[in-house]
Each structure stands twice: as C-alpha cells, then as structure tokens.
C-alpha cells in the first residue's frame, strides 16, 4: 500500500484569500477524517467520511470550512477568507472500514496565514 | 465527551536509558493508538493497542482498558527516537467516529 498523500504540504496565503487542500487516503479505505494541529498541541478533528457522505462534523469546522469527497476516493478541504487564527497543519488520515479502526496519516499541509 | 491525558509532558534522556510514557483515558475510550510525530510532523503508527501488550523492537505497549490507562516503553532510546508521542482513543459510540489525542509527550534524547 501506498500511504496516505496530501497536496500541497506547504502553503502561505495572505488573510482573506480562499485555499483548497487535497488528500489521497490509502486505496480501498472507505473512511476519512480531516484533523488540524495547532502548535504545541494534539490533532483535533474536523469532520469524517464515509465513501462520498460526510457523516460528522466538529464545531471548530466554521462556515468558512467545507470539505468534501465526490467519488468516494481523495477528499478536499476548502477553507474561504481565510483568517490568522487558520494557520495550522492540516491533517488527513483514512482507514479501511469495517471492524478495523486503526487510522493512518498523511504527512499534512501547513498553512500560514499572513 | 472523552478525555486522554499523557504523562510526563517533557521527558529529556540519554542515549541509551529507557523510559515510561503513560496515557490515560475516560470511560468509553477504546481502539487506542499510539504515535511518534517525527520533526516534519508526520505521525508515524507505533501501535494500534485496545488491550494486551505488544511489542515492536525496543518498543512496546501495554493497555489495561479495564483500568483505563496505557503505557508506552521506550528501551535503549537513541537521537532518532526524538519527537512527540501522542496516544490517542476512539470514542466507543458503535460508529467509527474520531480520535480524540492526547496533548503529547516530547522526548528529547541526548548523546
């Protein structure tokens, strides 16, 4: 298996610009979650999919915020006018479904907003 | 909604000591992982460990879901082990929903 791939792992945009993140889970994983880190901190969980449905959402995901995940295949994240306080890694994990639960990683992309 | 905590938040050894990282968890936490986060941020699978003990080199884990805690042994620790780990739980609602992450510990190991 290839491992979970994120585009791009860098980004600087300037505050109010829209920025869009992609994620390529492992083939065959039909579960995807988006997390974000801050400094210092654990990852926190954005939102979950299962195949296309977006079936959780937290409530640090504003209205700023949408993802989604048309074919069931690689996910994307869109945040809109972004914000100082959105400067963050942004993390993609997948897993394969079923009773297995274990949640692999991508490498993340880091934006900066500034 | 569920907590994880770790123990020690900082941990400085020498090459070669071994070392204790514990993480505790609330009722309805289970499906735990642990997890190096190298300096590039990548979060590398040490372990997917609900209960029981399992061991990868000088690595190993031991859950006691009963009790509520988890404890991750680090032996003969070198440079490259340097890094946060974080243990992390899955919130038992049936349905396979998040990870909720502890806030990590960071191991510095020196020569």
């Known amino acids: 298996d290839t491992g979970v791939s994120q585009d791009p792992r860098h980004k600087i945009t300037k505050r109010g610009q829209n920025v869009t993140f992609r994620c390529d889970p492992i083939s065959e994983h039909n579960r995807l979650y988006w997390y974000r880190q801050t400094l210092g901190q654990g990852p926190e969980f954005l939102t979950y999919f299962q195949n296309e449905a977006q079936l959780e959402k937290s409530r640090l995901l504003s209205d700023r915020f949408s993802a989604e995940r048309p074919k069931g295949s690689f996910s994307t994240l869109e945040i809109q006018r972004t914000e100082q306080g959105d400067s963050a890694m942004y993390l993609c994990?997948?897993?394969?479904?079923?009773?297995?639960?274990?949640?692999?990683f991508g490498p993340g992309t880091r934006l900066t907003v500034t | 909604g569920i907590q994880v905590e770790q123990s020690p938040p900082d941990l400085i050894l020498q090459e070669g000591a071994n070392s204790t990282l514990r993480c505790n968890f609330s009722d309805s936490v289970n499906n735990l992982q642990w997890f190096h986060q190298n300096p590039w941020g990548q979060l590398i699978n040490l372990f997917y460990?609900?209960?029981g003990t399992k061991q990868n080199g000088r690595l190993s884990a031991t859950t006691v879901a009963t009790e509520r805690y988890s404890l991750l042994y680090i032996s003969s620790s070198q440079t490259t082990d340097s890094g946060v780990y974080f243990c992390a739980g899955r919130e038992d609602t049936g349905t396979a929903s998040k990870l909720t992450f502890g806030t990590g510990t960071r191991l510095q190991v020196t020569l």
């Open positions: 994990a997948s897993t394969r479904g079923g009773a297995v639960y274990e949640q692999y």
């Open positions: 460990i609900p209960s």
